[in-house]
């Protein structure tokens, strides 16, 4: 059947430009394909090809491109000559990585979807895509994401569920163009404060973590929908504790000195430092006290604000109030605290 559905696209030559041979038992990407120079799109999915013929790089106007549900073990070299390249579904296979260079050539392609393979990381030269709009990486076995990936301006959509996620890079801050962001089923402990950056980002999914606290202004962000069931978020439940003295180290007092100084633009202060990068380094880690707004370079104090989450966010059934990481920079300040605010025990 294929073969014949092959012939017939072949008679067509150059005013051929669909093809699909899906779920056809094919074990080799036939190399025919080279006299359709005209051919838009090519599905090849649910098969059994293991590699993709050097001729396809000769397909210069495909603009989708269905791989899904094969064989594959890397995202294939041939592909960065599809300069007209849109959409390459490649789903379903055992892509562990990419090939040298496979990025290069794909600077039109705005969807990418790589769910259930066997990737564990996602290369620096991510950031060549400069039209990617949607990426999709589902259940792989991705440890880290590239802040290099965070230079995608364009990128609208970002989905990386089921992976082994610990953390998410600052850099996320520079998809401003970002809509959806879904994390569930990864080991993220920690949000990042730039997260609350992304102020077109609509809907967020962090089910399935191990976040305890949201960053502080959490809460403004424009959010639709968001859903965090299962994570061991902390609850308000207050109980008694006996205040410490506060005791800073030298280090500690010495930089609050320095910062606050910088802050109110002491001249001298702000000469000094230009010349030692080390002290520049160490205070560059600063924090701000969110009660008296010093800075400080220890977190003192971590802390929990409860507040009600907006209520135009479509948000997970149990989801009362929304816990914000909190950092004060001593108990002075934590005794100014507002009722809603908590200090995190350790039971």
């Known amino acids: 059947m294929s073969e014949r559905l092959l012939l017939r696209a072949l008679k067509g030559g150059e005013n051929t430009k669909i093809i699909t041979l899906n779920g056809k038992k094919i074990t080799k990407m036939p190399s025919a394909l080279e006299k359709l120079p005209g051919l838009k799109t090519l599905d ?6 293991p590699k993709v013929c050097p001729e396809i790089s000769t397909l210069t106007q495909l603009t989708v491109l269905n791989l899904g549900n094969n064989l594959l073990e890397e995202i294939p070299e041939e592909v960065k000559y599809l300069t007209s390249l849109k959409r390459l579904h490649l789903f379903g296979n055992k892509i ?37 709009i949607y990426l ?42 970002l809509q959806k962001l879904l994390l569930v089923g990864n080991n993220i402990e920690v949000l990042p ?41 902390f609850l308000r439940q207050p109980v008694n504790a ?22 109110g633009k002491n001249p001298f ?3 000094v430092i230009e010349q030692h990068p080390q002290v520049r380094n160490i205070i560059s880690q600063r924090r701000k006290c969110a009660i008296c707004g010093n800075y400080f370079l220890t977190i003192w104090l971590e802390c929990v604000e409860f507040v009600p989450p907006p209520k135009n966010w479509k948000i997970s059934r149990n989801l009362q109030l929304v816990p914000l990481r909190i950092l004060i920079c001593s108990y002075k300040c934590f005794n100014q605290r507002g009722p809603n605010l908590f200090g995190i025990a350790q039971l």
Request: with cysteine.
């Open 193 to 233: 404060e730039e997260l609350c950056d992304l102020i077109n980002l609509r809907i967020l999914d962090i089910a399935g973590n191990f976040i305890q606290t949201f960053p502080s202004g959490f809460q403004n962000l424009k959010l639709k929908e968001f859903y965090c069931e299962g994570n061991p978020l």
């Open 96 to 132: 562990c990585k990419f090939a040298s260079g496979v990025c290069d050539g794909l600077q039109n392609l705005i969807l990418l979807n790589l769910n259930n393979n066997q990737l564990t990381w996602i290369p620096q030269e991510v950031s060549r895509l400069k039209s990617l």
């Open 269 to 271: 202060i702000m000469h």
């Open 136 to 177: 999709s990486m589902n259940h792989n076995q991705l440890a880290s994401i590239p802040k290099e990936l965070c230079f995608l301006k364009n990128l609208s959509e970002l989905q990386l569920n089921y992976n082994q996620l610990i953390y998410i890079p600052e850099e996320i801050k520079f998809l401003k163009k």
């Open 44 to 49: 090849l999915r649910n098969n059994q090809i």
């Open 242 to 263: 006996v205040q410490q003295e506060d005791a800073w180290s030298l280090q500690e007092i010495t930089s609050r000195f320095i910062m606050n100084e910088l802050a």
